[in-house]
C-alpha cells in the first residue's frame, strides 16, 4: 500500500496521541498488544482495499496521494448508510466501536466511520468531540494474515457484523490472497464450509462481473441477488453452465429486471423452463410468470401444490404407516385414507379425467 503508506507518514506531525489503554490478545497462536488510543482525525488514512471501495477504485481514476484520499472519502459520502452511519453517531455524540488502524494509521476497519467523524469535524469545527477518532492501534510486526484473521473473528463471526457484501469480501480475501482452506475458514468464523463457498462464489461474481459494468457506492447493495443464486443449486447450475448466463444475471439485477434480492428465487422455475426464460429474456417477469402458470400450476395454485407434495408423501410412504391402516380397529386412519380416495375420486370426476 505504497500511497496509503506515503498518506500516512505526510499525517504523521499531527497533534500528541494520548495512550489510553493496552490489551494483549492472542492471535493464530502468537500475543499480541493492540493500544487503545484516541488520533488525531487527519492522521488516519483511508483504506482503498477495503471491498466496498476496491472495485469503483480500480476502474475509476483517483489518482494517488491526497486526491485518492478525497476521492475514498466523496465515494463513500455518496452511500446512503454512511448518512445514516453519520446522524447515529452524533446522536450517540461517539462511537460505540472503534476503529482498527495498522501501525502506520492505514484504516484496517473503519473507512466509514473516519468519513463519519471528518464530516462531523468540518461541520461542528469547534466541537472537541470530531478533532480525534477512538482507535485500536495493531502492533508494526503483525501480519497481513493476522489482520486478516483478527478482522474474520472481530466482525464476520463475532457479534459486530459487517454488512453481507463485506463479510463475502474477507471471506473471499482470506481464501485467495491468503490461502486459508475453506474448511479453516468455516471453523474460524464459526459457520459451514457450505455458507463459506456460496459467499466466495457470489463475491467472485460481483467483484470480476457486475462491479465492473455497475459500479458506484450503491452497487454492494445488489449483493444479496448474487447470494441467492449461488444459495439454490438449480441457479448456480444454471450460472456455471456458459458464461453467458451470468452475464445475462449481471444485466438483469444491473438494469433491475429483477427487482428484490428475494426475486432471485423465482428464477429458479424460470430457468428450468425453457419456454419461461426465453420469456424472460424478451418480455420480462411477468411473461415468464404466465407460462409457469400454465407449465407448473403449483407454482400459482396451494391445491396443486399441496397435491405434488401428498402424492411425493404417498410415494415414500412408510410400512409402519400402511400397517397402521391394515390393523386399524378403531376407523381413524382408515377413515383418513377413505376420505381422501372419495375426495380426489370427485375431483378426478370433476375434472372429466379418464
Known sequence: MPDQAAAAASRSKGPKIV?????????????????GQDLPVDNVVLDSTNPRVANTVAVGSFGSGEALQQGLRDLLWQDPDVHN????????KGLVERIIVRSNLVVAEGNCRTVVYRKLRDNFPESPLWKTIPARVLPAEITDRQVAILLGELHVGGKNKWSPFEKAGHIHKLFSQFGITQDEIAKLLKTSKTAI????????AMKNKYLVTFSGPGAVHKFSYFLELFKKPELRDWASRSPEALDDFVQWVGKGRIARGEDVRELRDIVTNSRALAAFKEQGRDAAL??????RPELTSPLF??????TEALVDSRLDDIQRVRKD??????????????SLDRFVDL???K
Open 85 to 92: 452511519l453519520y446522524r447515529s453517531v452524533l446522536e450517540n
Open 305 to 310: 401444490k399441496l397435491m405434488i407434495e401428498m
Open 329 to 342: 380397529t378403531t376407523g381413524g386412519a382408515r377413515a383418513i385414507v377413505r376420505n381422501l380416495k372419495e
Open 351 to 353: 375434472c372429466e379425467l
Open 197 to 204: 463457498n456460496h459467499n466466495i462464489r457470489a463475491f467472485d
Open 19 to 35: 495512550v489510553e489503554q493496552v490489551d494483549e490478545i492472542v492471535l493464530d497462536g502468537m500475543k499480541v498488544q493492540i493500544r
Open 290 to 295: 404466465k407460462i409457469l402458470e400454465l407449465d
